[in-house]
Nanobody, 123 residues
Framework: VQLQASGGGLVQAGGSLRLSCAASGRTFSAYRVGWFRQAPGKERRFVARISRQGGITYYANSVKGRFTISRDNAKNTVDLQMNSLKPEDTAVYYC?????????????????WGQGTQVTVSS
């Protein structure tokens, strides 16, 4: 599967952005999908993940209550709605997918990655 992330940009603190991850292939519903982010000089970190059919979601504590992950398997997309953005949310955001059954927050357990989209939150 190939992934393409989009929707990043520059926003003021307190604002919102919606990221989208578009996938190629006809079996997208077989993949669990996660969003990760990487700030300059820091490790890539888990943000949110969603199960194959979208019924189970999980968030990092730092974004819980502000971010919402969703998917539309008919359109082969996974979105990340980000509200109440903070300067510390500034990072390159990546979507990732894997076909294994294991639910995980570890980046090394996702096989397929999009190219990343920059999110910058100004104070």
């Amino acid at each position: 599967v190939q992934l393409q992330a989009s929707g990043g940009g520059l926003v003021q603190a307190g604002g919102s952005l919606r990221l989208s991850c578009a996938a190629s292939g006809r079996t997208f519903s077989a993949y669990r999908v996660g969003w990760f982010r990487q700030a300059p000089g820091k490790e890539r970190r888990f943000v949110a993940r969603i199960s194959r059919q979208g019924g189970i979601t999980y968030y990092a504590n730092s974004v819980k209550g502000r971010f919402t992950i969703s998917r539309d398997n008919a359109k082969n997309t996974v979105d990340l709605q980000m509200n109440s953005l903070k300067p510390e949310d500034t990072a390159v955001y990546y979507c990732a997918a894997d076909i294994s059954l294991r639910a995980t927050d570890r980046p090394d357990e996702y096989q397929y990655w999009g190219q990343g989209t920059q999110v910058t939150v100004s104070s």
